[in-house]
């Protein structure tokens, strides 16, 4: 059975698509832009910034289907400039540095309103 997921505690979906969709005890949570909910703006240009919002918007989807960042077993890291990864694992530790989920991060050409990270992530319980 498949379960859609929406949570005004991230920001609303920019496309035809759902913040989360959970299968079978498995979350698959939508790319989260560093929108700061409320407002639809991008807290600062800085990077870490960019990265601890997104990761605060990931969290908000993941524990509003029910489940922690513990849960998380996959991460997708999307980044405007690889030269920023090491702020970006900085921030990344804080959020899921004990789960350690498997990750892959990726260089993008561009990102959406020329945000500089996206994070996607899947959970199981």
Do not use: H, W
């Not at 299968?23 to 698959?28: D, E, K, R």
């Not at 989807?61 to 990864?85: L, P, R």
């Not at 991060?105 to 992530?121: G, M, N, S, T």
Request: hydrophobic letters at 40%; charged letters at 25%.
């Amino acid at each position: 059975m498949k379960r859609i997921i929406n949570t005004n505690r991230a920001p609303e979906a920019i496309g035809p698509y759902s913040q989360a969709v959970e299968v079978n005890g498995t979350l698959y949570v939508s790319g989260q832009a560093p929108f700061v909910p409320a407002s639809g703006q991008v807290p600062s240009e800085d990077i870490r910034e960019q990265t601890k919002q997104s990761l605060e918007n990931v969290k908000a989807v993941v524990e509003a289907a029910g489940y922690s960042m513990e849960d998380v077993v996959k991460a997708t890291v999307f980044v405007k400039d690889m030269n920023d990864f090491a702020a970006v694992n900085e921030v990344y530790a804080q959020y899921l540095g004990e789960t350690k989920p498997a990750r892959a991060c990726v260089e993008a050409a561009r990102l959406p309103r020329d945000i500089k990270v996206e994070i996607e992530v899947v959970a199981a319980k």
